[in-house]
Nanobody
Framework: QERLVESGGGLVQAGGSLRLSCAAS????????FGWFRQVPGKEREFIAA????????TYADSVKGRFTISRDSTKNMVHLQMNSLKPEDTAVYYC??????????????????WGQGTQVTVSS
């Protein structure tokens, strides 16, 4: 059973919007920080956004700040990434990940404990 499952990817024109969702299979994930990462072939997984376990703190990569919004609904074990003003360079496979909270939210992929299978986002010019 997959513990984290992403959905909401697809093909969109530049300037459009998509909302990605990450469903967690267990209520214990309500105590985890969550992050979104993306990856294109031949490149390392790139941090996009993170939200702490209470939902009270968020952080974003400069490349998406002001365009993307991360949120969570712990009652439904869901984490979302609202992506607006999409650009062709946003094209990638997007992954959600869960990290047992430490003193700060991590932006490093290696520090996340659980990963989803990814969802493809393609932005056409």
């Amino acid at each position: 059973q997959e513990r984290l499952v992403e959905s909401g990817g697809g093909l969109v024109q530049a300037g459009g919007s998509l909302r990605l969702s990450c469903a967690a299979s267990e209520r214990t994930f309500s105590r985890y920080d969550f992050g979104w990462f993306r990856q294109v072939p031949g490149k390392e997984r790139e941090f996009i956004a993170a939200i702490n376990w209470t939902g009270g703190r968020t952080t974003y990569a400069d490349s998406v700040k002001g365009r993307f919004t991360i949120s969570r609904d712990s009652t439904k074990n869901m984490v979302h990434l609202q992506m607006n003003s999409l650009k062709p360079e946003d094209t990638a496979v997007y992954y959600c990940a869960a990290d047992w909270p430490g003193s700060t939210m991590s932006i490093k992929a290696a520090e996340y404990d659980y990963w989803g299978q990814g969802t493809q986002v393609t932005v056409s010019s």
